[in-house]
């Protein structure tokens, strides 16, 4: 498994989401904190509405369809909690964002 570059870090703002198409998937990357990333299949479990629709409010990823509420962090659910995103590994490589989409596995921030 490889990582993929999806962009520049300076292209993503702390509290900013971002939808991408990464080797023909949709990928969310969510910039929570400051020097911290999530990487989420991009649609929402319940209907697969493209979560990059939706809003990022409070550390919270809000689908824009049904208004599911996930946090960005983690990706539980809040709102149903019974749900949750499907994370990719990401990592930030000499400045460019990169995401893994064969691994499930959480990360733990930049650099990871």
């Known amino acids: 498994m490889a990582f993929v570059r999806v962009c520049d870090i300076e292209e ?3 509290g900013e989401m971002c939808g991408f198409d990464v080797q023909g998937q949709p990928v969310l990357i969510v910039h929570y904190a400051d ?15 493209r979560l990059a629709d939706g809003e990022f409010v409070g ?4 689908c824009a369809a049904h208004r599911w509420e996930f946090d960005a962090a983690t990706g ?14 990401v990592r930030v490589n000499d400045g460019a964002v990169e995401v ?10 930049v650099g990871a």
């Open 12 to 14: 993503l703002w702390v």
């Open 59 to 62: 550390g919270h990823i809000i």
């Open 76 to 89: 539980q659910g809040v709102n149903p909690r019974s749900c949750r995103l499907r994370p990719h590994t």
């Open 35 to 49: 020097q911290r990333l999530a990487a989420y299949d991009g649609r929402c479990p319940h209907q697969h509405a």
């Open 100 to 109: 893994e989409l064969e691994t499930a596995a959480m990360h733990s921030g």
